[in-house]
C-alpha cells in the first residue's frame, strides 16, 4: 500500500481508511500515544497503539529518534490538540534510537548543543522549520527571475580571480604542501600545478555573470561562495551561498528597484507558503526574548516584521547622509561607538548599520554613493570623481543584507582604476574585453542567502541557518 505523508493525513478527513505513514518517533507516552514525525510539517501526527495485541519486545523499541512504518486506520481524534489520529494496527521498526545514546530528546537542547549534533539537529522542530523556510526562500528566488526574464547561470566554483579584491580566498592546488615545485626566485611554482595558475575557490560570481550579461541580457547565479575571512561573528560563515543578479543596460536606481522588489517579493512567498513554520519560529523567538533585558527585545513579532518589510519602501540615503546623521547620533556624540565617526570616507561597520537601520530609520535602508577608497575596483565612479555607484541593503537585526553596484562600463576608467588598485591588468584581460566589444551600462548585486534566512526565521546566529556551518576551527560532518 502507497504510504502518505503526515501533512496530508493531517489534512485528510477521517473516514476510517487504512493508512501507512513513515516517520520519526517524537515522543511517546503512557506507552500508548506515538507522536510520529517525518518531516512534512511541523505538526505530529499521533498513532495511539493498544500494545496487549503486541509483544513486549515491540514496545521497548517505540523510544524518541525510532525510525517506524505504521499502518492503521485514520480516525477523528479522541483528544485534544489534532483533528484525526491514527489507529495503530501494525508496527514495522526500520531502526531504533537507544535512548541512552540518543542525545536529541524531548526537552529543550541550546542551539550550541545542537550544532555539535548538526547530523542530528534536523530532527528539532526548530532545524526542521528553518531548513523548510529556506527551502521555499530557494524556490521563491528560481521562480522571481524566472518570472522577471533572468536565466539562471552557473559560474564557475573555482577560478583564478579574486572579484572583491579583499584577498579572503581559499586556495586550490594538488601541489605537495610539503615539497612544492619552485621557480628561480625560490617561490612556489604555480605552473606546474594542476590550472597552470594559483587558483582558487570562488568569492563571488559577479565577474563572470557580468560576461554573461552582456550576452544573455539578465542572469543570475545562486550558488556556493567562500571566503576565508577569520571573522568568527554571528553573520558570517566561510561557505556561504549568494544570489547574484547582473543586467545589462541596468543603472544603480534600476538596480535599487530590482533588489527592492525582489527581496520583498521572496518574503511574500514564504508568508503564504510557510505560515505554520514561521508561527512556530515567532514563537520560540518570543519565548527567547522573554530570558532578554527588554532594551534587547524586538519590537516586532517575527510574521509583523516580515509583513512590514514586504510592505513597506525601504529608505535610500546616499553615504554622505548617513555621514553625517551618524556624525550628528548621540551614541557617537557620547562616544557609545566603537569606531567614532569623524570623517567622511570611513567605512562604515555594524555598529553604525545597525544604528541607522535600528534607531534612526527604523527600516529597512539603501545606502548609495559610497566613497570610491573603500569599495571594489569594478564601481562605476560619479561625476565627483570620489564616490561610486554602489549600494548596500541594511536590514534591521541583521546589518549588510545586499551589496551591489552599477559597473565601471568605460575602458579608460577601468584601466586607471585597476591600475592606481595595483591590480595586474593581464590577470583581468577577459574582464576587460567586455569594455572593448559592445560595453553598455550594466548593474548588479549580490544578497547572501544566509543573511535573508536569518532574518526570515529571526534565528540570531548564521550558523544555525545553513545545514552543516563552515565557520573558522570548524568543518565537522
Ligand atoms: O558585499 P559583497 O562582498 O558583494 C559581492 O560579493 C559582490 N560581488 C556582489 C555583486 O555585486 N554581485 O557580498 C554580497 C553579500 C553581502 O551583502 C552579504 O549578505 C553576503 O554576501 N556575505 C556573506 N554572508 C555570509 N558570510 C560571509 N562571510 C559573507 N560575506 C558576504
Ligand atoms: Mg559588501
Not at 480516525?75 to 508496527?91: F, L
Request: hydrophobic share 35%.
Amino acid at each position: 500500500m502507497k504510504s502518505s505523508n503526515v501533512k496530508e493525513l493531517l489534512s485528510s478527513a477521517p473516514k476510517h481508511q487504512e493508512v501507512v505513514v513513515n516517520g520519526w518517533v517524537r515522543t511517546f507516552r503512557s506507552n500508548r500515544f506515538i507522536a510520529l514525525n517525518d518531516g512534512s510539517t511541523i505538526n505530529n501526527i499521533q498513532c495511539v497503539v493498544d500494545f496487549e495485541n503486541f509483544g513486549e519486545g515491540l514496545l521497548g523499541q517505540i523510544t524518541t529518534g525510532a525510525a517506524l512504518k505504521i499502518s492503521g486506520t485514520l480516525v477523528e481524534s479522541q483528544g485534544k490538540g489534532q483533528s484525526v489520529e491514527i489507529q495503530v494496527k501494525d508496527i514495522y521498526v526500520h531502526g531504533g534510537a537507544d535512548p541512552e545514546e540518543y542525545p536529541i530528546q524531548p526537552k529543550k537542547h541550546s542551539l550550541e548543543f545542537l550544532r555539535e549534533k548538526a547530523h542530528l539537529r534536523i530532527r528539532t522542530n526548530t532545524f526542521a522549520a528553518i531548513m523548510r523556510v529556506r527551502s521555499a526562500l530557494s524556490f521563491a528566488i528560481h521562480q522571481y527571475f524566472r518570472q522577471n526574464n533572468f536565466y539562471y547561470f552557473h559560474a564557475p566554483i573555482v577560478t583564478g580571480s579574486d572579484a572583491e579584491g579583499a584577498g579572503e580566498m581559499f586556495r586550490v592546488t594538488t601541489l605537495d604542501g610539503k615539497n612544492p615545485p619552485l621557480n628561480e626566485e625560490g617561490e612556489i611554482n604555480y605552473r606546474e600545478d594542476f590550472f597552470g595558475k594559483e587558483t582558487n575557490l570562488t568569492v563571488s560570481g559577479q565577474l563572470e555573470a557580468e560576461a554573461y550579461a552582456m550576452g544573455l541580457g539578465k542572469v543570475y547565479t545562486f550558488g556556493p561562495t567562500f571566503r576565508a575571512e577569520n571573522s568568527n561573528t554571528s553573520r558570517h560563515l566561510a561557505e556561504f551561498w549568494m544570489i547574484e543578479p547582473e543586467m545589462a543596460f541596468y543603472d544603480l536606481d534600476a538596480n535599487m528597484d530590482l533588489a527592492e522588489d525582489f527581496i520583498k517579493s521572496v518574503i511574500k512567498y514564504i508568508l503564504e507558503n510557510c505560515e505554520e513554520d514561521l508561527q512556530f519560529l515567532e514563537k520560540r523567538l518570543l519565548d527567547e526574548e522573554k530570558t532578554k533585558p527588554q532594551a534587547e527585545r524586538s519590537e516586532m513579532a517575527l510574521i509583523e516584521k516580515l509583513k512590514f518589510v514586504s510592505g513597506n519602501g525601504f529608505k535610500r540615503v546616499t553615504y554622505t547622509e548617513a555621514i553625517d546623521i551618524l556624525r550628528n547620533s548621540k551614541p557617537n556624540k557620547k562616544k557609545k561607538f566603537k569606531y567614532p565617526i569623524d570623517e567622511w570616507g570611513t567605512d562604515l561597520q555594524s555598529e553604525h548599520e545597525r544604528f541607522l537601520v535600528e534607531k534612526h530609520f527604523k527600516c529597512p535602508v539603501i545606502l548609495y554613493d559610497y566613497p570610491a577608497k573603500i569599495k571594489a575596483f569594478y564601481m562605476r565612479l560619479n561625476e565627483d570623481g570620489k564616490t561610486v555607484r554602489a549600494m548596500d541593503i541594511l536590514f534591521p537585526g541583521i546589518g549588510e543584507i545586499v551589496g551591489g553596484s552599477q559597473r565601471e562600463e568605460r575602458l579608460d576608467v577601468l584601466r586607471d582604476k585597476i591600475a592606481d588598485l595595483g591590480i595586474d591588468e593581464e590577470e583581468l584581460w577577459w574582464y576587460l574585453d567586455l569594455r572593448k566589444f559592445g560595453s553598455a551600462i550594466h548593474s548588479g548585486f549580490g544578497l547572501g542567502f544566509e543573511r535573508l534566512v536569518l532574518f526570515a526565521t529571526g534565528m540570531g546566529n548564521i550558523r544555525d541557518v545553513i545545514p552543516f556551518p563552515r565557520t573558522p576551527q570548524n568543518a565537522e560532518f
